[in-house]
């Protein structure tokens, strides 16, 4: 079977998998120096712990096995560091990782969890400011905090019960802002009933923070291997033996970081168990100062709305707009055509004063949920010693790097010292019918457009 054929999802159409095609991402213009020392795999190698995919999970994973637990360890990323949503994401390093409310999680799994969820998520965000620091990694970092504004009258309301719930569950003071004072602090934007103040996060060059990670893995003595596909997984005794074109890499563990590129032709313990979507990001050229001050929009503050397609946008260091957006439900390059258009059209209604201004950049890439809308980090069934680490549900960036890191414990035979709720050592449930998840996809796509605009 082809490497192309194991690395297809069968909800998309192959192109999206293909890793010859630089991506044409803004980040990737300004990605900054490429990590030495990252090789394509030739020949035959043992380690440890060999690692499918060097996006965060998987390169988190391998430096903090390297310098934390002093194992050998080989990564095993198909296209180029950062090729996939660690290279194509909009750079919010906020919480998030799960489709669930705070409540929700609270009444389904108990108060113990939900704290350690609430917790795992801050710690999450300060573990990329950490390893930043103590590697060397200039991600650029802007704004702090995230925004989410109501678009609706009654999203407003959705906000107000989620700053209620904080304080009750949590017991902690999250403000909401009216549109007078949502401009006053250099934001202003068209459907604004007023925001949420969520006091954690902050925005980031991703490309640069994965180049920095593989970095900092190297120097770690991780080996990380960029274009090298897996293409056959085998049992060879008690270990693991993975085929690449180049070679093969036997190791007594494995650790899936795949995300939205899950290679469900491997093996059928792993089909079916992820949905990748799309996200479809766009960057203007820089826009001026008198540009930034007729729109009222002065700050580098990370942006969301409330709906359930969400748009999210932040200004970059060099003062140009990032406005990205959920949907789509075809690769086809004409899809992607029409969905920029759309996309150009939305942005000039929420910002009139830059309706003229010309977009630099577009692309899109998967982000990746599970069925039951949480992550996953647990043991693949059927496979002794294979984990896998995924389904974030858009919110990667943070979430990714904790996984990373706790995935290295639990494959170290170590407990794991930051926290972690039980819930997520769960295999993700397969979709019911998992042939039919483009026909899912499109049904709900419909739903939530319909419900977004509702007032």
Same mark, same amino acid.
């Not at 999970?57 to 637990?69: C, E, K």
């Not at 799960?98 to 965000?125: D, N, P, T, Y």
């Not at 409330?306 to 932040?314: A, G, Q």
């Given at each position: 079977?082809s490497s192309s054929a194991l690395?297809?999802?069968?909800?998309?159409?192959?192109?999206?998998?293909?890793?010859? /095609? !630089?991506?044409?991402?803004?980040?990737?213009?300004?990605?900054?120096?490429?990590?030495? +020392?990252?090789?394509?795999?030739?020949?035959?190698?043992?380690?440890?712990?060999?690692?499918?995919?060097? &996006?965060?999970?998987?390169?988190?994973?391998?430096?903090?096995?390297?310098?934390?637990?002093?194992?050998?360890?080989?990564?095993?990323?198909?296209?180029?560091?950062?090729?996939? %949503?660690?290279?194509?994401?909009?750079?919010?390093?906020?919480?998030?990782?799960?489709?669930?409310?705070?409540?929700?999680?609270?009444?389904?799994?108990?108060?113990?969890?939900?704290?350690?969820?609430?917790?795992?998520?801050?710690?999450?965000?300060?573990?990329?400011?950490?390893?930043?620091?103590?590697?060397?990694?200039?991600?650029?970092?802007?704004?702090?905090?995230?925004?989410?504004?109501?678009?609706?009258?009654?999203?407003?309301?959705?906000?107000?019960?989620?700053?209620?719930?904080?304080?009750?569950?949590? +017991?902690?003071?999250?403000?909401?802002?009216?549109? &007078?004072?949502?401009?006053?602090?250099?934001?202003?934007?068209?459907?604004?009933?007023? %925001?949420?103040?969520?006091?954690?996060?902050?925005?980031?060059?991703?490309?640069?923070?994965?180049?920095?990670?593989?970095?900092?893995?190297?120097?770690?003595?991780?080996?990380?291997?960029?274009?090298?596909?897996?293409?056959?997984?085998?049992?060879?005794?008690?270990?693991?033996?993975?085929?690449?074109? +180049?070679?093969?890499?036997?190791?007594?563990?494995?650790?899936?970081?795949?995300?939205?590129?899950? !290679?469900?032709?491997?093996?059928?313990?792993?089909?079916?168990?992820?949905?990748?979507?799309?996200?479809?990001?766009?960057?203007?050229?820089?826009?001026?100062?008198?540009?930034? %001050?007729?729109?009222?929009?002065?700050?580098?503050?990370?942006?969301?709305?409330?709906?359930?397609?969400?748009?999210?946008?932040?200004?970059?260091?060099?003062?140009?707009?990032?406005?990205?957006?959920?949907?789509?439900?075809?690769?086809?390059?004409?899809?992607?055509?029409? /969905?920029?258009?759309?996309? /150009?059209?939305?942005? %000039?209604?929420?910002?009139?004063?830059?309706?003229?201004?010309?977009?630099?950049?577009?692309?899109w890439g998967f982000a990746c949920?599970? /069925?039951?809308?949480?992550?996953?980090?647990?043991?693949?069934?059927?496979?002794?010693?294979?984990?896998?680490?995924?389904?974030?549900?858009?919110?990667?960036?943070?979430?990714?790097?904790?996984?990373?890191?706790?995935?290295?414990?639990?494959?170290?035979?170590?407990?794991?010292? +930051?926290?972690?709720?039980?819930?997520?050592?769960?295999?993700?449930?397969?979709?019911?019918?998992?042939?039919?998840?483009?026909?899912?996809?499109?049904?709900?796509?419909?739903?939530?457009?319909?419900?977004?605009?509702?007032?």
């Amino acid at each position: 079977m082809s490497s192309s054929a194991l690395a297809a999802s069968p909800v998309y159409e192959p192109e999206l998998h293909d890793r010859s /095609r !630089p991506p044409a991402t803004y980040w990737h213009r300004r990605g900054g120096p490429l990590p030495v +020392g990252v090789d394509p795999l030739a020949g035959d190698a043992a380690a440890d712990v060999a690692i499918v995919g060097g &996006g965060f999970t998987g390169l988190s994973a391998a430096l903090h096995l390297a310098r934390d637990h002093g194992m050998s360890v080989r990564v095993l990323e198909a296209g180029a560091i950062g090729w996939g %949503a660690s290279g194509r994401n909009g750079g919010f390093c906020c919480l998030g990782g799960g489709g669930r409310g705070w409540r929700e999680v609270w009444r389904r799994f108990g108060e113990q969890e939900a704290r350690s969820w609430f917790a795992a998520q801050k710690a999450a965000i300060a573990l990329v400011a950490d390893l930043a620091r103590r590697h060397r990694i200039d991600l650029q970092r802007t704004g702090e905090g995230e925004l989410v504004v109501a678009h609706r009258p009654r999203r407003r309301e959705a906000l107000e019960r989620e700053a209620l719930e904080v304080a009750e569950l949590f +017991g902690e003071n999250w403000e909401i802002l009216e549109p &007078g004072e949502l401009a006053e602090q250099g934001v202003r934007l068209e459907e604004n009933h007023g %925001a949420l103040v969520v006091p954690y996060g902050f925005g980031l060059h991703p490309l640069r923070y994965a180049r920095g990670l593989a970095r900092a893995a190297v120097e770690q003595g991780a080996r990380v291997h960029e274009r090298s596909p897996v293409v056959a997984w085998e049992r060879d005794g008690r270990l693991h033996r993975l085929h690449t074109e +180049g070679g093969t890499v036997r190791a007594a563990r494995v650790l899936f970081a795949t995300n939205g590129h899950t !290679p469900e032709g491997l093996a059928p313990e792993l089909a079916g168990r992820v949905l990748p979507v799309l996200s479809c990001i766009l960057v203007t050229r820089p826009l001026t100062l008198s540009e930034r %001050a007729a729109q009222g929009w002065t700050t580098p503050a990370l942006v969301s709305d409330t709906r359930r397609l969400l748009f999210y946008m932040r200004l970059l260091p060099d003062d140009r707009l990032l406005f990205g957006a959920r949907g789509g439900i075809t690769g086809r390059p004409e899809a992607f055509t029409r /969905r920029v258009a759309w996309m /150009r059209r939305r942005l %000039a209604a929420r910002f009139p004063a830059w309706r003229h201004v010309a977009v630099d950049h577009a692309w899109w890439g998967f982000a990746c949920l599970a /069925r039951d809308r949480l992550p996953h980090l647990a043991e693949i069934p059927g496979r002794p010693g294979a984990w896998a680490a995924l389904a974030y549900h858009g919110n990667g960036v943070a979430m990714a790097s904790w996984f990373g890191a706790a995935a290295a414990a639990r494959l170290a035979g170590r407990g794991f010292d +930051g926290p972690l709720p039980a819930f997520v050592g769960r295999p993700p449930p397969r979709f019911l019918l998992p042939s039919l998840r483009p026909v899912m996809l499109a049904t709900a796509y419909a739903l939530y457009g319909l419900r977004d605009r509702w007032p």
